[in-house]
């Protein structure tokens, strides 16, 4: 097949793209381009569009509306070539327990009309690029979730794709397992590769993606190169977001923040409070005396610096019963 990628044709391109679920729009009008060797990261909270998305690109849904290529395949018109060169790598994948792992690897290889050397020889390059070489007569059913994760990529890898997609690929990863990840997807894209990912571990995301992206309510709100997008992000907030850690349950002192003037978007979980906070420095300084002088049990009282992670918690509007939220600055 030719190679159809190039600087001029990118590796995933997205026009317009819109997908309606029955009467609900999941994913309004989006644009992306990705280009060879480039790492996109999409960031975005609970249901805000990315597995829709991912589908689409996957060929396995249909966009109600729009336009969406890979290597310069329409996933519309021509999925079957557009699958040839794409790995997908889906959230928890499920793997059949009862194969070994050479096994499940070489039902996919022979899917890709590997012949039985090539199979050999790919599934051993695969499994040494996961580190799972020693796994290769494992039962699927023995490994631990990080390594499932990683036989799943190592299956996605097989065929040797130029666009790589990855939804929540570090979900159930140990710390090493996340670190190896990072190392595989940077060599990937040494190569060549176009890999678009996406994550709720944020700070992995934006220590490895070249570019990020963030999705809220199907609508990209800004994408461009990490730290560009969170200056951007948090231009203009007159606010600091503040992390409290108490020894005990946090709903008393709850009680009390929540009728504090410059305090909103709070977010309480069991021994957490997190809250934005708009006072001046010399206002926190009070607020801070006046809860140590409360018999609260408070063991942290922490700022949080204006990350990706904290943009992310703005979109996030928690809807459970565990979090009260203010929308907006209360008026003085
Ligand atoms: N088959 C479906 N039918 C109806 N609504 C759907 C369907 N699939 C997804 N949705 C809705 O579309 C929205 C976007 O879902 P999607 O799974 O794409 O988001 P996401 O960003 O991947 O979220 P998450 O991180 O929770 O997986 C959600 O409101 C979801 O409830």
């Not at 059949?96 to 790919?122: H, I, M, N, T």
């Not at 005396?289 to 996030?316: G, Y």
Request: hydrophobic content about 40%; overall charge negative; aromatic content about 6%.
């Amino acid at each position: 097949m030719p190679d159809r990628i190039s600087d001029s044709v990118p590796a995933i391109r997205i026009s317009q793209m819109r997908v309606d679920y029955e009467s609900f729009t999941a994913v309004k009008g989006l644009d992306l381009s990705i280009h060879a060797g480039q790492i996109f990261g999409l960031i975005g909270p609970n249901g805000a569009g990315k597995t829709s998305t991912f589908k689409v690109l996957a060929t396995l849904l249909e966009p109600t509306y729009g336009e969406v290529a890979i290597g310069g395949f329409d996933v519309a018109e021509q999925p079957k070539e557009a699958r040839q060169v794409l790995g997908y790598m889906q959230d928890l994948a499920p793997v059949p327990s009862d194969l070994k792992v050479w096994e499940f690897l070489d039902c996919f290889a022979q899917a890709y009309g590997l012949s039985k050397s090539e199979r050999k020889a790919r599934i051993g390059e695969c499994l040494e690029l996961v580190e799972l070489t020693e796994k290769r007569n494992a039962f699927c059913k023995s490994l631990s979730r990080g390594m499932t994760q990683r036989v799943v990529l190592a299956k996605s890898l097989l065929h040797s794709p130029k666009v790589m997609l990855l939804d929540e690929p570090a979900s159930g990863m140990d710390p090493v397992s996340r670190v190896r990840l990072r190392e595989i997807l940077q060599k990937l894209a040494r190569d060549g590769v176009a890999i678009l990912i996406s994550s709720h571990i944020l700070t992995e995301l934006s220590s490895v993606c070249t570019e990020v992206g963030i999705l809220n309510h199907g609508e990209l709100l800004d994408s461009g190169p990490t730290h560009e997008v969170v200056e951007r992000m948090s231009a203009g907030h007159n606010f600091r977001g503040v992390r409290l850690k108490l020894l005990e349950s946090s709903a008393e002192l709850a009680r009390v923040l929540d009728k504090h003037q410059d305090i909103f978007d709070m977010a309480v979980s069991e021994r957490e409070i997190r809250f934005k906070f708009s006072g001046t420095p010399a206002e926190q300084v009070a607020l801070l005396k006046e809860l140590m002088n409360q018999d609260f049990a408070i063991c942290s009282f922490e700022e949080i610096a204006n990350n990706i992670e904290d943009i992310l918690l703005n979109l996030n509007v928690p809807q459970s019963s565990n979090a009260s939220i203010a929308a907006s600055p209360k008026a003085k």
